[in-house]
């Protein structure tokens, strides 16, 4: 899998672009602030649709614009693709997405047609926070390769929400609606077989390929990290009967605090080194190497599963490893398209299969982005027509 081009009109500060990528390692670098994570949120909104730092889609459209748009254009398996997502005036949603110039109706009909895996700082909060860090990794991890998965998700967050909503009416009305729960538990208990099962076997499989990332990414042998899943349900034959009867049971608690108390959405991951919790125990150098590997390990995942590569996002990921890191996370992405944001180009200076980008502002704080390739500086920064209509 690789983009062939990149395209933004309006999205962040990012007036224009058009930028035909390297098809390995592409490095971006330039001051904080810049743009250069932008250009990384726009690949991920192609692939899933949303963004992985803000929930609402108009943070991403520059400041006083209506319209705004990023698209790719991308080759997997010899078969083009061509993936936009824009936000036009008028539009009675939030945002439109096109797949091949047609504009699609449901979100599922997006997912998967190009994986990525993005590692960012705020990916060491997978270490060091609670649950929902955590569930929201293996749910994107699972949605991308997994369109079952996807679909029985948000039918289970949407049955969620609704008993959530009737039981905090049954709360503070103390009107007896009890019997309603059950349509919405009818649809709960299917969905979350899937998630159950789906999470069940996909963190046994991560978890082989954690332990051998870690191990190349780290260099020591001795320290091993492992995964495992954390679910009231985990080893039931029967989910869909257990978690009916646990809903069951807990509505009277359920009701006394208007929210749902059991299910996949109380999930969580086991993250251990040498069987240690690594939040309680790790050091921050062991944090950022196990937070990587979740990510590396997510890329052999897809590739094994699906037999194609997906695309690299590392997001200022280079500055805070040490010269063998470097080195071994170099060796483990080879022949992966890959896209490095980093404040200093020397941090990337030992990777000779590269193309690099000077990022930059403008006197009206525009992104602009120059290629810098053995001394030659090309300007690459835009184009003047964009073909978004």
């Known amino acids: 899998m690789k983009i062939e081009k990149i395209r933004l009109k309006n999205f962040r500060n990012y007036e224009e672009l058009e930028l035909r990528p390297h098809s390995e390692v592409n490095l971006l670098f330039g001051q904080n602030g810049s743009g250069k994570t932008n250009l990384l949120e726009a690949i991920h909104y192609c692939a899933l649709g949303k963004s992985h730092r803000v929930n609402h889609d108009k943070n991403t459209i520059m400041m006083n614009e209506e319209f705004g748009a990023c698209g790719i254009e991308l080759i997997r398996k010899n078969v083009k693709c061509d993936i936009a997502v824009k936000r036009i005036p008028g539009d009675n949603v939030k945002k439109s997405i096109f797949i091949d110039q047609k504009k699609i109706i449901r979100l599922s009909d997006m997912i998967g047609r190009l994986q990525c895996v993005i590692f960012s700082p705020e990916d060491l909060e997978l270490i060091r926070e609670g649950p929902s860090v955590r569930r929201r990794y293996i749910d994107m991890l699972l949605s991308q390769i997994n369109i079952g998965y ?212 403008d006197e009206n704080n525009h992104a602009r982005i120059t290629e810098i390739t053995e001394g030659i500086t090309e300007e690459k920064e835009v184009f003047s027509e964009p073909d978004f209509t």
């Not at 993250?271 to 979740?294: D, E, P, V, W, Y």
């Not at 996370?329 to 992966?336: P, T």
């Not at 200093?344 to 200076?349: A, F, K, P, V, Y």
Request: charged fraction near 30%; include cysteine; glycine fraction near 4%.
């Open 150 to 361: 996807f679909v029985a998700l948000q039918q289970y967050r949407k049955a969620l929400e609704q008993r959530n909503s009737l039981l905090k009416d049954i709360r503070m009305t103390r009107k007896s609606q009890v019997e309603w729960l059950q349509d919405f538990e009818a649809s709960m208990c299917p969905a979350a077989k899937v998630i159950i099962e789906e999470r069940r076997k996909i963190i046994t499989t991560l978890n082989e390929y954690t332990k051998e990332v870690y191990s190349s990414i780290s260099g020591r042998e001795n320290e091993i990290l492992t995964l495992d899943y954390q679910s009231a349900m985990k080893d039931a034959d029967d989910i869909e009967g257990m978690f009916a009867e646990l809903l069951v049971k807990s509505r009277k608690e359920d009701i006394q605090y208007g929210m749902t108390g059991q299910g996949p959405h109380r999930d969580d991951i086991g993250i251990r080194l040498n069987g240690k919790n690594m939040k309680m125990f790790a050091s921050q150098g062991q944090i950022r190497t196990a937070a990587l590997s979740l990510k590396l390990a997510q890329l052999r995942l897809y590739r094994d599963v699906t037999g194609d590569t997906p695309v690299l996002l590392l997001d200022d990921v280079m500055s805070e490893l040490d010269m063998n890191r470097r080195t071994r996370l170099l060796k483990e992405i080879q022949g992966v398209q890959t896209f490095v944001t980093c404040t200093d180009r020397s941090d990337l200076e030992e990777c000779e299969n590269k193309r690099s980008y000077s990022v930059r502002l």
